[in-house]
């Protein structure tokens, strides 16, 4: 199986900057993508960025110009670079991988981030 684990959530001052990590370990041979989405109470879950194995980014509009989304091939790690965070920044942040051939993809526990006003 793939496991995530994820880190890097915190509490920051609104304007202030977090950084995520995932790393992604386990019977891993083909990955599409990985990335991260985030939930806050009474939302959708809902997708921040991605970045496939080729290095094609995706990023929810509002967020782009502030997060930027990268990964470490070697390491099998994704990351999140999160710069003038907002209080509607504040979620659960969960670290996703998508393998082709897989019907399904893999997550993260989740780490908080909460952004104070």
């Known amino acids: 199986q793939v496991q995530l684990v994820e880190s890097g959530g915190g509490l920051v001052q609104a304007g202030g900057s977090l950084r995520l990590s995932c790393a992604a370990s386990g019977s891993i041979f083909s990955i599409y993508a990985m990335g991260w989405y985030r939930q806050s109470p009474g939302k959708q879950r809902e997708l921040v960025a991605t970045i496939t194995n080729g290095g094609r980014t995706n990023y929810a509009d509002s967020v782009k110009g502030r997060f930027t989304v990268s990964r470490d091939n070697a390491k099998n790690t994704v990351y999140l670079q999160m710069n003038s965070l907002k209080p509607e920044d504040t979620a659960v942040y969960y670290c996703?991988?998508?393998?082709?051939?897989?019907?399904?993809?893999?997550w993260g526990q989740g780490t908080q981030v909460t952004v104070s006003s």
């Open positions: 996703n991988v998508k393998v082709w051939g897989k019907p399904f993809d893999y």
